[in-house]
Structures are given as structure tokens and as C-alpha cells.
């Protein structure tokens, strides 16, 4: 029974660490060079960006993460009635950490690395890393990876990436 805790508890710190690589690479490296992420934290990015265009918004306050987290509540519902409780638990720690995450890394007002390409290569690296740490632990960020898991149960040609691919179209569209 012990080893048993000693192993969640080791699946948590990984995905701890996987969330603040993530949430790391996207505000300090991407979003200061005026780049978005695609799934549910680009639609949270864009949505940021309007309301600090529209309604001003402070800026050293980032409240994606919070919006991302209002996102995710219907997704948590559909994880937790879908596919048990184990992937319902990760997932909402992995959102709960991200939303605190993304508000306390503050985004630099000037860009750590100007050069846009650069800026995304080792911001897309740290992201990439803490999503594979947390998808390693068992866990999952939410969001389009709910989805995709949901319609690959409903529909026999369906996959994750697909629905990866149709959101992050949506978002790099707008």
C-alpha cells in the first residue's frame, strides 16, 4: 500500500513539474513575442487579449489561466462521467495547477529573447516537455484532450489529434 501512495504521489510531482514547464513556455517565451498556444489555453490567450483590448484589462495580471479553467469545468464533467475517476482527479489537479501557474508567472513586459522564431522554439520545447511529463503521469491538461478522447469512444475514425488539429485551426484562424 505504501508504494502505492509513493507512486501517485511521484505521478503529482510530474505533473507539478509538467504544468509549470508548460505554463513557463508560454509566458515567458511565447506570449511576449505576441504568439498563442492552440486548444482551449489559446482560446483563454485570445480571449485574454480582447478583454485587455476592450475593457482594459491590467497587463501584469494574466488571466488566461482562470479563463482556461472556466473552459475546462464542462470538460472535467465529461472526464470524470467517461473515463473514471483516476484521469477526473489528474486532470482537475493539472488544471488547478496551470490556473495558478499562469497567473503567478507573470508575462515579461519585454520578450526574454526577441527573435520571434527563437522565442518559440525553446518556449514550444519547454511546453512540449511539461505536456508530455503530465500525459506520462497519467495525467491530462484538459481540455482538447478530453474531447479527443471523448469522440475517438463515440466514433470509430476518430483520434486525439484530429480534434487537436480542427481546434487549433479554429484558433490560429482567429
Given at each position: 500500500?505504501q ?63 482562470i ?40 508575462i515579461?513586459?519585454?520578450?526574454i529573447i ?61
Amino acid at each position: 500500500m505504501q508504494i502505492l501512495k509513493s507512486k501517485k504521489n511521484k505521478e503529482y510531482m510530474w505533473m507539478f513539474i509538467g504544468s509549470l514547464l508548460f505554463c513557463a513556455g508560454l509566458n515567458w517565451f511565447i506570449v511576449p513575442v505576441g504568439l498563442y498556444n492552440g486548444g482551449t489555453v489559446g482560446i483563454s490567450q485570445i480571449i485574454r487579449s480582447l478583454l485587455q483590448d476592450y475593457i482594459h484589462l491590467p497587463a501584469g495580471f494574466d488571466i488566461a489561466g482562470i479563463i482556461n479553467f472556466l473552459i475546462n469545468i464542462p470538460l472535467l464533467f465529461l472526464a470524470y462521467s467517461k473515463f473514471g475517476k483516476d484521469l477526473f482527479l489528474k486532470t482537475v489537479f493539472s488544471v488547478i495547477t496551470q490556473t495558478i501557474l499562469f497567473s503567478i508567472l507573470t508575462i515579461p513586459q519585454i520578450p526574454i529573447i526577441d527573435e520571434q522564431i527563437t522565442a518559440c522554439l525553446i518556449g514550444g520545447l519547454m511546453a512540449g516537455a511539461g505536456v508530455g511529463l503530465t500525459l506520462r503521469a497519467g495525467g491530462s491538461g484538459g481540455g482538447a484532450d478530453v474531447l479527443g478522447l471523448y469522440f475517438t469512444q463515440r466514433f470509430k475514425d476518430f483520434s486525439v489529434g484530429k480534434m487537436t488539429l480542427i481546434i487549433n485551426a479554429a484558433v490560429y484562424s482567429t
